[in-house]
């Protein structure tokens, strides 16, 4: 008896549909990009943004954005999703990290311990078109390599390399056993051998290496210990979070909507209770700590004015602390766009996204829905304050260096859309030759000069008054 083609290659049909998407969007028109006359005013959409946040902290967001290109670019995710949607799209749908610009991938340890480098912010995570975190990527290494004084020559590399990493490890998962696709990740020891692969090759120079190396030995000292002995003081005998307004604001130092003290132990004990149910696992450690103080934190760039709380916990005694953030998560930015999530809090939509697009989780990532001192129920994520946690510096990337970068996070990228949606669909969709790696390439740097544009307005918008400026210190932009 004769086998179909399908039942002979059960993956056949998928790799076909693939394929057959370039009829909806060719290859080459992923390339294609210009603002049409109706294109939204960018500053009204910041203003817009702003509303649902905190006031008193709009203009450090802006100010952190004005410092370049990079730095706005970086805070900009609702301008670009509007720009994508504006657009054909191929219609192949996995979930996506929604931000996936070259600073929010980085290293974090895994439950078993290990140093691994993966995406590591979800905010925006909701499903779409997988093409939107490739192109939000590669543009962002544009936007690096100008802000880095790169030659157009070295930008259209290291652009061209997120691409290719992409599209060369999509493709790889796609003929990879099933198991392996799901399993496959990047931890830190496997990256040092990479880089000495280069090295030896002379495709990355000393200072590449060393500063992988500097990265990786930085990342192994982050952990609860440290950041409990730069963010924790002892006060009459309490532990307590050190202030630093307006970046760091013990509870205390806050008020409620009645205008009174909003410390209340009581009630983050039972927002911790109801928080640990949505934890992995029967039996958690966080059953061992108890809560001892909290304060408001500002995260980010794009992040800042969303509701960001670091929490104090402690184990056997003093000693044995547990920093948590609480991070507020509102509706992904991609949702006006794309649908609203199908999850009933924001808080559910990022740990379930992280959960999926990511190779090993923290696990201390869950979520809860908390009264605001404002009366009002927000949705939040919690993971731990700092667990491992490095990245690359762009501002000290070199042109070989930033080419290597470029190639690893869009192998990480592709890694995740594998967990997320169909590899074997977007492999056949990309397909063998450079067509998408040039696409990709070319709308970069048409996209790079957008956002030079919309960073002018921003410029302009703070120097007229339009928007508040802020002219205290606004650094921890991470």
């Not at 652009?159 to 830190?188: E, F, M, N, P, Q």
């Not at 090759?201 to 952990?223: M, Y």
């Not at 001192?373 to 927000?378: E, N, S, Y």
């Amino acid at each position: 008896m004769t086998r179909s083609p399908q039942e002979a290659d059960p993956f056949a049909a998928r790799r076909e549909a693939g394929r057959a998407a370039r009829a909806r969007l060719a290859r080459t028109q992923l390339g294609q990009w210009s603002p049409g006359p109706d294109r939204s005013d960018p500053i009204a959409l910041l203003e817009e943004q702003s509303i649902s946040r905190v006031r008193e902290l709009t203009p450090v967001r802006y100010a952190r954005m004005s410092a370049s290109p990079l730095a706005f670019y970086r805070g900009a995710a609702l301008l670009m999703a509007a720009d994508l949607a504006s657009h054909a799209h191929s219609g192949i749908i996995t979930q996506l990290c929604g931000d996936a610009h070259l600073s929010n991938f980085g290293l974090y340890r895994t439950p078993e311990r290990v140093l691994t480098f993966d995406i590591n912010d979800f905010d925006e995570t909701l499903p779409g078109p997988f093409e939107w975190d490739v192109k939000r990527l590669a543009a962002s290494f544009a936007v690096a390599c100008r802000y880095r004084g790169f030659s157009t020559e070295d930008e259209r590399g290291c652009v061209t390399a997120a691409a290719r990493g992409y599209r060369s490890a999509i493709r790889a998962a796609a003929k990879a056993s099933v198991l392996d696709a799901w399993y496959d990740r990047l931890d830190a020891e496997r990256a040092q051998r990479v880089v000495r692969e280069q090295h030896r090759s002379l495709r990355v120079g000393d200072a590449e290496v060393e500063r992988l190396d500097a990265t990786i030995r930085k990342a192994r000292k982050r952990d609860s210990r440290r950041a409990f002995r730069k963010l924790v003081e002892l006060v009459d005998g309490r532990l307590r979070i050190t202030a630093a307004p307006p970046l760091i604001v013990p509870i205390e130092d806050l008020v409620d909507d009645t205008g009174s003290a909003a410390d209340d132990a009581e009630t983050m004990r039972r927002v911790l209770e109801e928080y640990r149910e949505t934890l992995l696992g029967g039996r958690h450690p966080l059953a061992e700590y108890r809560y001892r103080h909290m304060a408001r934190k500002v995260v980010g760039v794009g992040s800042v004015g969303t509701r960001a709380w670091v929490i104090l916990l402690s184990g056997r005694d003093d000693g044995d602390p547990l920093l948590l953030q609480a991070k507020e998560a509102q509706a992904s930015v991609l949702e006006r766009f794309l649908g609203a999530s199908e999850y009933d809090t924001h808080g559910e939509r990022v740990v379930r996204g992280q959960r999926l697009m990511q190779a090993s989780s923290d696990i201390f990532l869950g979520w809860q829905s908390i009264v605001g001192l404002d009366g009002q129920h927000r949705d939040f994520y919690l993971r731990q304050l700092q667990d491992g946690k490095g990245g690359i510096d762009p501002e000290s990337m070199t042109p070989r260096g930033a080419v290597l970068y470029a190639q690893v996070c869009g192998e990480t990228l592709a890694r995740a859309h594998s967990r997320g949606g169909d590899r074997v669909e977007i492999a056949g969709y990309v397909g063998a030759s450079t067509t998408f790696d040039d696409a990709i390439a070319d709308f970069a740097a048409v996209y790079a000069d957008q956002n030079e544009s919309d960073f002018l307005a921003l410029t302009e918008a703070l120097a007229s008054g339009r928007l508040a400026s802020e002219r205290r210190p606004v650094g921890g932009q991470r």
